[in-house]
T-cell receptor, first 108, second 115 residues
C-alpha cells in the first residue's frame, strides 16, 4: 500500500522561510510532486522531483531523497498569499497518491 | 485554452439518485483522472484513463463508473448515491503519466452533497 506523512499545520511570519516535510511508503515510486491549494480552490502544481536533489523554482524549492523516502518543500520570502494547503503526492505507475496536506498560515 | 472544465459546480442529491459529473479538457492530454477530496483531507484517486477507450480503477472506485470515448471527455457516473459520497470531486489531466516531468492540471471541482 501507500502512505504519506506530512505535518497538519505550520505557522510562519511574512518574509520568513518555512520547510514542509513529507515522508512516504510506497510499493512503486516514480517521483514526488507538490501542489498548492487555496481554500475553496483547485490544486495547482508547484514542483516535481524524480531524482534525488534540489529543484528550484523562484521562491519555492523541492528536495527528494529516495533512499530515505523523504522530501520537502521549501518556501522562501513568505508572502501572505502563500497561506494555503500544500500537498505532497507520490507518483506510482500511472497513479498519484496524495498526503493529507499541510495548512500553512502566514502571519504579518 | 479553457484548460479543464467541470460541470456542475454544485449539486445536491437524494440517497439512491444517480448523476454524471462532466469533465472536459482542451489541452489534448492523454491522461485524465478523477479524485475526491473530503474536508481537511488529501485527494483520493477514483478512476483514471491513459487514453480514449482505456480506463482503470484508482484507490476508491466503489460506487462510481467512468468512460472515455474521446480524448477530451472523461465523465464520472455515480449510481445509487450514498451520504458517504458527499465530497468535492476534482477532474485532472496530464500530458503523460511517465517521464521526469509530470504536471496535473485540475478543474475547479464539483461540490456534491448527498442527503
Amino acid at each position: 500500500g501507500q502512505s504519506l506523512e506530512q505535518p497538519s499545520e505550520v505557522t510562519a511570519v511574512e518574509g520568513a522561510i518555512v520547510q514542509i516535510n513529507c515522508t512516504y511508503q510506497t510499493s512503486g515510486f516514480y517521483g514526488l510532486s507538490w501542489y498548492q491549494q487555496h481554500d475553496g480552490g483547485a490544486p495547482t502544481f508547484l514542483s516535481y522531483n524524480a531524482l534525488d536533489g534540489l529543484e528550484e523554482t523562484g521562491r519555492f524549492s523541492s528536495f527528494l531523497s529516495r533512499s530515505d523516502s523523504y522530501g520537502y518543500l521549501l518556501l522562501q520570502e513568505l508572502q501572505m498569499k502563500d497561506s494555503a494547503s500544500y500537498f505532497c503526492a507520490v507518483r506510482g505507475f500511472n497513479k498519484f497518491y496524495f498526503g493529507s496536506g499541510t495548512k500553512l498560515n502566514v502571519k504579518p | 485554452n479553457a484548460g479543464v472544465t467541470q460541470t456542475p459546480k454544485f449539486r445536491i442529491l437524494k440517497i439512491g439518485q444517480s448523476m454524471t459529473l462532466q469533465c472536459t479538457q482542451d489541452m489534448n492530454h492523454n491522461y485524465m483522472y478523477w479524485y475526491r477530496q473530503d474536508p481537511g483531507m488529501g485527494l483520493k484517486l477514483i478512476y483514471y484513463s491513459v487514453g480514449a477507450g482505456i480506463t482503470d480503477k484508482g484507490e476508491v472506485p466503489n460506487g462510481y463508473n467512468v468512460s472515455r470515448s474521446t480524448t477530451e471527455d472523461f465523465p464520472l457516473r455515480l449510481e445509487l448515491a450514498a451520504p458517504s459520497q458527499t465530497s468535492v470531486y476534482f477532474c485532472a489531466s496530464s500530458l503523460t503519466g511517465q517521464g521526469t516531468y509530470n504536471e496535473q492540471f485540475f478543474g475547479p471541482g464539483t461540490r456534491l452533497t448527498v442527503l
